[in-house]
């Protein structure tokens, strides 16, 4: 019989960063989806130190993972409609950091993007590693290995950043899915991304 403890999802929030652009990302959202006056509100919520971190935060800046994930809780839970809501952040941030500062990173084909993700992992976060292996034709598994942070927030706002990366990249009739994650239990996380 399954437990509530054993549904419980781990996770650890020190240890790692992500720069900046993924924060400014996540607070252009609200600010453009509900206005500058939500945005101040939602800041105040934060405790001071979280909120000094994210108000300073600029595209090239290093900040803390548990910053960034103590700000996507309180942007779910002011404005969340649930575990996908996160996706819709992913989207938002791949969309806005893979057309304007990190647009030289897009290649001719979806798949190319996704083998050289490592090269890309390196410039938005400072822990694990990514490894794309392709299963068949335009199915492909991205492994994230080796990271000493995570959260289940994290992982779902990473299938929203697969899915409107393989869009861009002119993916249609698109499913990605977390078939392991080290929040529950797992040694890494695998995200299995298909389209056409």
Not at 179 to 188: A, M
Request: hydrophobic residues 40%.
């Amino acid at each position: 019989m399954t437990t509530a403890l054993q549904l419980e999802k781990r996770e650890v929030l020190t240890g790692g960063h992500v720069k900046g652009g993924i924060i400014c990302a996540h607070l252009e959202w609200v600010r453009q989806y509900h206005g500058d006056d939500a945005l101040a509100s939602l800041l105040g919520m934060l405790g001071s130190t979280v909120r000094s971190e994210v108000e300073s935060a600029v595209g090239p800046s290093w900040c803390s993972f548990d910053a960034l994930i103590a700000l996507d809780r309180a942007i779910q839970n002011r404005f969340g409609r649930g575990r996908d809501f996160m996706r819709e952040l992913g989207r938002y941030s791949a969309h806005l950091n893979l057309s304007t500062t990190y647009r030289l990173f897009q290649r001719e084909n979806v798949l190319e993007f996704l083998r050289r993700s490592s090269l890309l992992h390196a410039q938005f976060q400072d822990f694990g590693r990514i490894e794309c292996r392709q299963l068949a034709g335009t199915t492909c598994e991205m492994r994230h290995a080796g990271a000493r942070c995570y959260s289940p927030i994290w992982c779902s706002s990473a299938v929203g950043y697969y899915e409107q990366v393989i869009v861009m990249h002119g993916g249609t009739f698109v499913t990605v899915e977390e078939v392991l994650c080290q929040c529950d239990g797992d040694e890494e996380c695998v995200f299995r991304l298909q389209w056409r």
